[in-house]
């Protein structure tokens, strides 16, 4: 099972300030969509509590949510205590690739079992943030997709869909 990392990120790796998104970019919300949908996502419980509630869970796939919590439930979902413990849901009901849609934290505890990385590379700086992705190590992964998308009436960012897969060591 291929396990992918799924953000949106600014140029010094933000993703949030105050549990909350720090663009607003439709087309990469829809490219979010399109990625995840059919997929079982894996997200912490802030991520999910940031989700407005119509919104909850996100449909048209299985909801997992990790939290220290042990009294944490939310309806329609599947509550888990670690990240090997998610895995191993996804793993059961036959999942080819289990997307991880963060936040920081869950990002942190997932990046040494992600095989895929699904960037939107916002081309700005956020200073307000107070949420950032992980490094990795770029010697670890080989960039299979960049494509650049200028800021329009609707988007008001510049911004780059990336892809990197890990690269299989022999």
Known sequence: MKIAL????????????NGKLLWHLPADLKRF??????????????????IPEKFRPLPNRANIILT??????????????TIKEAIAIAKNARENELMIIGGGEIYTLAMPFATTLYITKVNSNFSEADTF??????????ETENIFFEKDEKNEFDFNYIKLERKVSH
């Open 6 to 17: 799924v953000v949106a990120l600014g140029l010094n790796n933000e993703i949030g300030a």
């Open 33 to 50: 969509k399109e990625i995840t949908s059919g997929h079982h996502v894996l997200m912490g419980r802030k991520t999910y509590e940031s």
């Open 68 to 81: 220290t919590n042990k009294n944490f439930k939310a309806a329609n979902c599947i509550v888990v205590h």
């Open 133 to 142: 992705f992980p490094k990795w190590n770029t010697e670890e992964f080989v």
